[in-house]
């Protein structure tokens, strides 16, 4: 039987099987999976500027130098997780595009509960945590000039089929997989396929809704409302309490003072 989990562990994905697998009417109509590359966001950022199409989809089975935000390195060892970026054209101005990426946290958090039947939380604005550890994070990144978006790409990793063996050091007690929280081997597949219609549904919801019924939904999904939070962004930092979520998805700090910021983007540490 550990033999038979290994070589599952280690069967590459295919695309065949992912094609086959995914109903949307955007994301993944167009898939280029990888076996090993750099960065996933690397690879679609090049397609995107070569003029891929809206929703196209970037899968690769490992990444050498996966990254997160505030320039953190992502652990993307293969046959194990999920490494996948899509490019996203919405006619929209630049200042909206962090939108996107909760829209990723959200979809991502559902696909986690339809295929691995987990309830899974964000930490505004990126990181999805299951029972107090994080199991996914999003990374958006931006091409545009001015006033016009030319693309975004979002980057989702998922820890998958990992055991508790492949997190070393402080990752031990910070990280998890949807194998350790449920015992079980997980359909990477699968995983793709929900993630893909659930960003396609949310995607079209913010084409043609805007960003309030994601917003909506992420309140319901986020775990740092209600909490004492640290931020940081550049080299100001902020103490207080994390408040609510504005219409743009900015989150809404009160301090000491009962002063209301306004935090777009920067690191957020819970402190109870």
């Not at 550990?2 to 280690?10: M, N, T, Y």
């Not at 992502?74 to 999920?82: D, E, F, L, Q």
């Not at 508790?164 to 793709?192: N, Y």
């Not at 994390?242 to 957020?268: F, K, N, P, W």
């Amino acid at each position: 039987m550990a033999g038979q989990a290994s070589q599952e562990i280690a069967a590459p994905l295919s695309e065949a099987d992912i094609r086959s697998a995914i109903v949307t009417r955007r994301i993944g109509h167009t898939i280029h999976l990888l076996q090993t590359v750099d960065s996933t966001n690397d690879e679609a950022m090049a397609l995107a500027a070569r003029g891929a199409l809206d929703g196209t989809v970037v899968i690769a089975d490992a990444q050498r130098r996966g990254r997160g935000r505030m320039g953190r390195s992502w652990a993307s060892p293969g046959g194990v997780g999920i490494y996948l970026s899509v490019i996203l054209r919405p006619a929209i101005q630049p200042h909206d595009a962090p939108s996107l990426t909760l829209l990723g946290a959200v979809a991502v958090a559902e696909a986690i509960e339809e295929v691995a039947g987990l309830a899974a939380g964000v930490k505004w604005p990126n990181d999805l945590i299951v029972r107090g550890r994080k199991v996914g994070g999003i990374l958006g990144e931006v091409a545009a000039e001015a006033s016009h978006l030319h693309y975004v790409v979002l980057g989702i990793g998922v820890n998958v089929n990992q055991t508790e063996a492949s997190f070393e050091g402080e990752l031990r007690h910070t990280a998890t997989s949807l194998r350790i929280e449920t015992g079980r081997l997980v359909d990477r597949t699968a995983m793709i396929r929900s993630l893909c219609e659930r960003l396609d549904r949310w995607y079209n919801c913010f084409l043609s809704e805007g960003p309030a019924p994601i917003i909506e939904r992420l309140r319901q999904r986020c775990l740092t409302l209600g909490q004492r939070v640290v931020a940081r962004s550049g080299d100001q930092q902020l103490c207080g309490l994390a408040v609510d979520l504005d219409h743009a998805g900015a989150l809404l700090i009160r301090d000491a003072d009962q002063q209301l910021h306004r935090l777009i983007a920067g690191d957020v540490t819970l402190t109870g």
